[in-house]
């Protein structure tokens, strides 16, 4: 069974910090990629963070040296971490997975095609 459910987004000030959880099912959990990708109002998705099963990561480059990204294989969880957050990362927050081999798993090559599992998202909003 398919089960991603997000949490941790809010509101928040300009610099703060905020983490994200994605909780999973075992399955899902196990996929070769996870990542977590964001919509902003009136663009298209893109990825914030990516992770395969063997630990490897890559990052968008709007949140390079900001976000970090890291699974607890205890509790089937996805994390990430935002530091110094900016108007710009106001977005709808997406965790996916992909549950067939063969898609690309890399930020600045992998889009939301080659994930096949999708949460419903959560909302961040930074504001003053």
């Known amino acids: 069974q398919v089960h991603l459910v997000e949490s941790g987004g809010g509101s928040v000030q300009p610099a703060g910090s905020l983490r994200l959880s994605c909780a999973a099912s075992?399955?899902?959990?196990?996929?070769?990629?996870m990542a977590w990708f964001r919509q902003r109002l009136g663009r298209d998705f893109d990825g914030a963070g990516i992770?395969?099963?063997?630990?490897?990561?890559s990052y968008g480059e709007s949140v390079k040296g900001r976000f970090t990204i890291s699974k607890d294989k205890t509790e089937n969880t996805l994390f990430l971490q935002m530091n110094d957050l900016t108007p710009e990362d106001t977005a709808k927050y997406y965790c996916?997975?992909?549950?067939?081999?063969?898609?690309?798993?890399?930020?600045?090559?992998?889009?939301?095609?080659?994930?096949?599992?999708w949460g419903q998202g959560t909302q961040v909003t930074v504001s003053s």
């Open positions: 996916v997975a992909e549950l067939r081999d063969g898609g690309n798993c890399h930020a600045w090559l992998a889009g939301p095609a080659d994930f096949q599992a």
């Open positions: 075992e399955s899902t959990y196990r996929s070769d990629c």
């Open positions: 992770i395969n099963k063997y630990g490897a990561i």
